[in-house]
């Protein structure tokens, strides 16, 4: 059996977790005040997200799913939802005590902050939980004080400078937690170059099957798909490793791999344009003079 908790009201979920409301859109949450929690006889827990929830987790609390994959729990890990995303939580029967902190905020709050112009630019509300935030001692200890900055502006009286004091905080915890996001890409440099030569195989693979011709050009979602990662945490991490970013990195291989079919043999440019995967072939033209300065005819000509 499984049971759907929808979370959309900050004072309902400050509720549910024992937690005095103190602003009616942000809240920062002490899980360890929350009672004791049992979810009874069900088989998997569904949260659907209708706010901004960022966890720091510090239990294990069931076989939390993100889509398909499970959530890498290590103590001082940060995960990261947005509206219309969702989680599940496999066998929760056992009681347990829920632990570490949340930072909670309605979409409604960011209406004329700085933070609501920018908050699309914080593409890991788009990883998948398996691509989680793992956390130094240090890094902690700093995103602790930031969400205790915010929970004291949540305890003023609310005033004229509430709202800009307390979106400027959560901003600035955003901020620091995309420097660990870029910290974090460095540190795991020998996965992320594993994940490197596997995509790279996987684009070899590509150009030698069928596939550009049943499915068309290869793209980002493809390939993220393929290596288990979301579109955004693949393209971030493609962008870390080689200076490009995920889409121009393709684009340039496929033109490196035109350049080899138009040297190599004698099909016409449309034939090699359709064997790509391009629907039409004056957008493979167009694309390839832009990228190396000659029409496919001019350079075939030049070798």
């Not at 949540?154 to 509430?162: A, E, F, N, R, T």
């Amino acid at each position: 059996m499984e049971k759907t908790y929808r979370i959309d009201s900050i004072n309902e979920y400050n509720a549910d977790n024992n937690h005095k409301t103190l602003h009616p859109l942000v809240s920062v949450i002490d899980f360890s005040k929350a009672n004791l929690r049992n979810w009874g006889n069900v088989d998997t827990i569904r949260f659907e997200y209708g706010l901004y929830c960022i966890y720091l987790k510090d239990v294990k609390c069931g076989d939390m799913k993100y889509g398909r994959h499970y959530y890498d729990y290590q103590a001082g890990t940060l995960v990261f939802f947005s509206a219309n995303q969702y989680s599940e939580i496999e066998n929760p029967k056992v009681s347990y005590q829920p632990m570490g902190f949340g930072l909670i905020f309605h979409a409604d709050f960011l209406i004329g902050t700085s933070l609501g112009k920018t908050i699309q630019q914080y593409k890991f509300f788009n990883y998948q939980s398996n691509e989680a935030l793992h956390l130094s001692d240090d890094e902690r200890k700093l995103i602790m004080d930031c969400f205790a900055k915010i929970d004291f502006e949540l305890k003023q009286p609310i005033d004229k400078h509430s709202k800009k004091l307390i979106s400027s905080n959560i901003e600035l915890f955003l901020d620091y937690c995309q420097r660990f996001y870029d910290r974090q890409f460095i540190t795991r440099e020998n996965v992320n170059k594993g994940i490197l030569e596997r995509f790279e195989d996987l684009l070899n693979s590509y150009f030698s099957s069928e596939k550009p011709q049943t499915i068309g050009l290869p793209s980002v979602a493809y390939f993220a798909d393929e290596l288990h990662l979301s579109a955004n945490y693949f393209g971030d991490l493609i962008k870390k490793e080689t200076g490009q970013s995920a889409k121009d990195y393709i684009l340039n291989r496929t033109i490196e791999e035109a350049k080899n079919l138009i040297y190599e043999n004698d099909k016409t440019v449309n034939e090699i344009a359709y064997g790509l995967g391009f629907k039409y072939p004056q957008h493979f033209t167009r694309l390839f003079k832009q990228k190396v300065g000659y029409t496919p005819n001019e350079f075939r000509g030049l070798n």
